[in-house]
């Protein structure tokens, strides 16, 4: 009882205060609220999808560099267009923030109507404040859950899902060739079955790295301290990492989803060996040194580092540095492993307007409303974008300044034919349990710890966190 | 001993200069940098002065991210934080100077303590009121604190100040009829001026630099403030030292040009600050 | 605290008078007692009631009792007693470097010597700079291949060190960032030493006493009021550091900066767990009472109040 009392005091509370603000700065400014700008002199047509000819606005918040904001506001100018009963009301904000700020939004009343979303929509749809897309599909014949690629989708049950990937991206190894010329080494292979075996891609990154007096470091006299040009930076998250740990036959949780795999010795090896190519053979740049290396486009541009291997989103910055730069296949340890990943459009329970929400889901998703991006920045996620030539063709060209030669092999299909599930939304609680990988990790990479050690710890830590795999 | 005292005077003053070099050295090292390009920032052992000067950094910097927009935003949020501020705390400190009222040491006692109070305990719930009252993500949680006393650093520090006029000046109005309001207005604000200019530079510089407030209440970046658009530039930007450090100095400028015209007042400020706490 | 009376003298007093001055005391007084209620006194309320409930914010709250608390205290928050910890330990090392940093050059200032009002500007300077772009200036400085601290390190032949990047290294970097922004600490103090009255010093050097002798028998017992307040300051804030650990380490290397309110935030705007993060807060708010209680009982031994010698 006295709880609600609590709370309803509070509220009146909080009143008062607005009131006397509102008398006591009168015309403040401009700082209400997003609410009430209805731009109202389109008249309605009602045709394309929506029903009712009504005026309807929806809040959409999503984030991204200034190019996909821009791709993506264009977007949503094209399918206002074609649905001009229907305003989007779109909110960009910045990915370091965004699940803060939709919290924010949520506790607020202010949810909007949909969203972009990370892996923690998940627990969004555990405590149902999203729509379930398998709900909203079965009465919509032009989405199919075939037509998608297997590991593409974001279920928080067998049968409840937080949507399909709404663009995918894939781990990819970019470089800038000038430098491989220069040092009169062969290109990456671009065929998943030709990959450089592990040995092979530390040699050729040891001929790439290149102290202050030009040494490479197995030379008498090279220098760890002063690297000019590192072979290669690993980016040291997740997404690097795990292709090499399926690779080797490990997994992030194994028996079932049961038990922490990482702290197995098939992922431990993996783990160890990225970590070795910073403090045993000095190629690739600790996270101390990393901080002094700018983002892969403008580090390879730079020629800070020779080869960079980082998510596939890096190729729209590359394609705009004008520089000559080339993608190949991830080395490997055993067999090709690698996975598509990406967001999803969720749609929050709190909208008035579903229907029109999930028009506009469905066209911001389907590739063809967005072509734009998948020619650079993201990758298709249905299958038929990568079977049908003539789809490909429109997206994976390799004319395209996105995409450069190789990359359908190197790439597309590379990925394409090797796909296992992304841990992110195939682990349940991984938000959680990653944190605590990522900071037993530190100690791996910095050398203060080996990759069996730290792990062995991180795995007392994480137990109570397993809870199984959603997809595989 | 004409020696010794040379040799002690030269030590101070060595000290003192070191300590100068502490703290201004890291303010030379951002502007040096905000003026160099990717090459000669890198460049080891490291060069002090730019060759060329660039210039270009701060124009690439402020284009990359709506720089304008932040600033006017962070501007409104000082400003009508201020006049709160000024407003609300000068007549809340003259009740607590002049007037006697039941209950009002106690309150007082209240307002001092709650300066030991951690923000943080009070950040959740607050940050649910605004929320609650679809408030987040505007301006108004940001500013309407300094509408309600602003502080109770302020309040002591302008009660100091009042409590040091002479009670003769206000005491023979009163006789005469004055009422509170008008020896308020008329005698204590015009004495206090300078008191007033402390509390407004202070609560200029408290709001200006704010992160935390703006971090948990501004959602749509086109309402971000500057500190704010920094954070971001630093996700977007890691590395690019030169450009980091440009967009710094442009968040940085006007709270040292503000400092640097009312500095007389910061430190007599500062000064109350520590008597007689 | 000096005494406050109402003004003095008084038209002729009547009841009614002296009710419409109570009414005019609390109106003027008013926003800062309302202020009071809405920001401080209500939220507090609200936010004990908060950390005996689940609350995600955005669902209803359910009571569960003290299990928030026992989470914390059972170690289950496999980060409470590390962030406690991180935390502790930075106020152990700024806190009294920075009073002892600031307190030297304070007394130092306080001699007649040229360039005062400059020297005084110079070190409070750094104390006015947005907290965002001191973490920026630092963070850059404190790169370990191309910052001037390690550049200036190795230009007298030390060795560099991996500040923020090392897990041992990262708080005492961050305390030594703290030292750079004492400067307000320090005019407090030097407004301390001039009020000093030179009659105390004189009687000194009367009966032939050293330097030292003045600055343990004078100067330091006649300061220990400002010490005090500024040793209770220094603990509060160092409580409470969150930009830095948010903008230059997110915590890391390995949790080695979890801060508690760094800790706090994340409970609340990121896991969306505003219950158990007011309970974080309450804990933190008592062990600062807790602590502020002990430095105030000890003062009685160290801090010596003008009109003590008196009684």
Redesign the interface.
């Known amino acids: 009882m006295s709880?609600h009392t609590?709370?309803t005091?509070?509220?009146v509370?909080?009143?008062?205060?607005?009131a006397?603000?509102v008398t006591?700065?009168g015309n403040?400014?401009?700082?209400?609220?997003?609410a009430n700008s209805d731009s109202g002199n389109n008249p309605a047509t009602g045709e394309a999808g929506t029903a009712t000819g009504e005026k309807v606005k929806l809040k959409f918040t999503f984030w991204g560099?200034?190019q996909e904001k821009k791709a993506v506001e264009d977007a949503i100018k094209a399918f206002e267009a074609k649905n001009p009963n229907v305003t989007i009301d779109s909110?960009?904000?910045?990915?370091?923030?965004f699940?803060?700020?939709?919290?924010?939004?949520?506790?607020?009343?202010?949810?909007p109507d949909l969203s972009y979303s990370a892996a923690w929509k998940l627990?969004m749809g555990e405590?149902g404040?999203i729509y379930n897309f398998f709900d909203l599909m079965k009465d919509d014949p032009s989405i199919k859950k075939e037509d998608y690629l297997q590991y593409a989708w974001w279920n928080w049950d067998t049968d409840k899902s937080a949507g399909p990937y709404q663009a995918s991206v894939v781990p990819s190894l970019m470089y800038n060739a000038d430098l491989f010329k220069e040092a009169g080494v062969e290109l990456p292979p671009t065929k998943a079955e030709e990959a450089w075996q592990w040995d092979e891609f530390v040699e050729t990154a040891k001929k790439l790295t290149l102290d202050?007096n030009g040494k490479h470091p197995d030379d008498p006299g090279f220098d760890p301290k002063?690297i000019k040009q590192y072979g290669v930076k690993y980016s040291l998250s997740w997404l690097s990492y795990m292709p090499l740990v399926l690779s080797n036959g490990g997994d992030y949780l194994i028996g079932d989803g049961k038990e922490f795999g990482l702290s197995k010795p098939e992922a431990t090896e993996a783990i160890q060996k990225i970590a070795d190519l910073i403090n045993v053979h000095h190629v690739a740049p600790s996270?101390?040194?990393?901080?002094?290396?700018?983002?892969p486009a403008?580090a390879l541009q730079?020629r800070k580092v020779a080869m960079v291997i980082d998510g596939s989103w890096n190729h729209l910055d590359l394609s705009k540095a004008k520089i000559n730069w080339g993608v190949g296949v991830l080395p490997v340890l055993k067999d090709y492993k690698t996975f598509f990943l990406g967001g999803s459009l969720i749609i929050f329970k709190s909208t008035k307007h579903p229907k029109e929400a999930w028009e506009f889901s469905k066209f911001l998703t389907d590739p063809q409303n967005v072509l734009e991006l998948h020619q650079g920045l993201w990758m298709p996620q249905l299958k038929q974008w990568y079977e049908d030539p003539k789809l490909v063709d429109s997206w994976a060209n390799e004319e395209l300044p996105g995409r450069p030669a190789g990359f359908q092999d190197a790439v597309m299909r590379s990925t394409y034919e090797h796909a296992e599930p992304s841990p992110e939304n195939n682990i349940r609680n991984f938000v959680?349990i990653d944190a605590?990988v990522t900071?037993?990790l530190?100690?791996v990479w910095?050398g203060?710890k080996t990759a069996a050690e730290a792990m062995k710890e991180v795995e007392a830590?994480v137990k109570?966190l397993i809870q199984g795999t959603y997809l595989k | 001993m004409r020696t010794k005292a040379w040799v002690e005077k030269g030590l101070v003053y060595l000290v003192l200069m070191a300590g100068g070099l502490f703290s201004l050295l890291p303010l030379i090292w951002l502007i040096r940098s905000s003026l160099m390009d990717m090459g000669q920032i890198f460049e080891l052992p490291p060069i002090w002065i730019p060759n060329p000067f660039r210039f270009s950094n701060f124009s690439e910097a402020l284009t990359i991210l709506p720089f304008g927009r932040y600033f006017i935003n962070t501007t409104v949020i000082v400003i009508f934080s201020m006049i709160g501020v000024l407003v609300t705390c000068s007549i809340s400190a003259y009740s607590f100077a002049r007037m006697s009222w039941r209950g009002r040491d106690l309150i007082f006692g209240l307002l001092l303590s709650s300066m030991m109070l951690p923000y943080a305990v009070t950040l959740i719930p607050t940050f649910i009121g605004w929320s609650k009252l679809g408030l987040t993500n505007s301006f108004i949680p940001l500013i309407a604190p300094a509408w309600f006393g602003g502080g109770a650093f302020n309040i002591f520090l302008l009660r100091q100040f009042y409590l040091s006029i002479p009670r003769d000046l206000d005491e023979a109005a009163y006789v005469d009829g004055a009422s509170h309001g008008r020896i308020f207005i008329s005698i204590i604000i015009p004495l206090t001026r300078p008191a007033l200019v402390v509390v407004g530079l202070f609560t200029f510089l408290a709001s200006w630099n704010d992160f935390l407030g703006p971090l948990v209440y501004l959602n749509d970046e086109s309402k971000y403030t500057l500190a704010l658009g920094l954070q971001q530039f630093k996700g977007m930007y890691a590395a690019e030292w030169h450009l980091m450090m440009a967009a710094a100095t442009v968040v940085l400028a006007p709270a040292i040009i503000v400092f640097f015209i009312g500095q007389r007042y910061f430190i007599e400020g500062i000064t109350l600050t520590g008597i007689k706490a | 605290m000096e005494p406050v009376s109402s003004l003095g003298v008084q038209r002729p007093k009547t009841k009614r008078n002296s009710y419409r001055n109570e009414l005019y005391g609390i109106l003027f007084a008013l926003p800062a007692i309302l202020g009071l209620v809405i920001f401080t006194l209500g939220p507090m309320i609200y936010s004990l009631y908060m950390s005996f409930t689940d609350y995600s914010g955005s669902n209803s709250p359910s009571f569960i009792g003290l299990d928030n608390y026992t989470r914390m205290f059972s170690g289950e928050d496999q980060y409470f007693y590390k962030a406690l910890g991180v935390t502790l330990y930075f106020v152990v090392l700024s806190v009294p470097t920075g009073i002892i940093y600031s307190f030297l050059l304070a007394i130092l200032l306080n001699r007649n010597i040229k360039g005062k009002a400059i020297f005084r500007t110079v070190f409070y300077l750094p104390s006015i700079v947005p907290i965002i772009a001191i973490s920026f200036i630092w963070l850059w400085l404190l790169n370990p291949d191309l910052g001037l601290a390690n550049e200036l390190l190795r230009a007298i032949g030390l060795p560099g060190s991996q500040w923020i990047f090392g897990e041992k290294s990262v708080v005492p970097s961050l305390a030594l960032m703290n030292l750079w922004t004492t400067g307000g600490t320090m005019i407090i103090f030097l407004a301390g030493l001039q009020d000093i009255p030179r009659s105390l010093y004189e009687a000194i050097e009367i009966d032939g006493g050293s330097k030292l002798n003045k600055l343990r028998n004078i100067t330091i017992p006649m300061m220990t009021p400002t010490i005090f307040f500024n040793l209770i300051m220094g603990i509060i804030n160092g409580f409470q550091v969150f930009s830095q650990a948010y903008v230059m380490t997110n915590g890391g290397p390995n949790n080695a900066s979890l801060f508690y309110v760094f800790y706090l935030y994340r409970e609340a705007f990121q896991f969306s767990r505003m219950g158990s993060a007011s309970a974080i807060a309450w804990v933190l708010f008592i062990i600062i009472m807790l602590l502020t209680y002990t430095v105030f009982k000890t003062s009685r031994k160290w801090v010596y109040y003008e009109g003590d010698e008196a009684r």
């Open positions: 709880r609590g709370r005091k509070l509220m509370l909080f009143l008062m205060i607005i006397l603000l006591a700065c403040g400014g401009n700082q209400t609220g997003t560099s200034p909110i960009h904000i910045p990915g370091t923030d699940l803060q700020k939709l919290n924010a939004m949520i506790a607020g009343n202010e949810a627990k405590e404040l202050r002063n996270p101390v040194q990393a901080s002094s290396i700018p983002a403008t730079s959680e605590a900071a037993g530190d100690q910095l203060t830590k109570p």
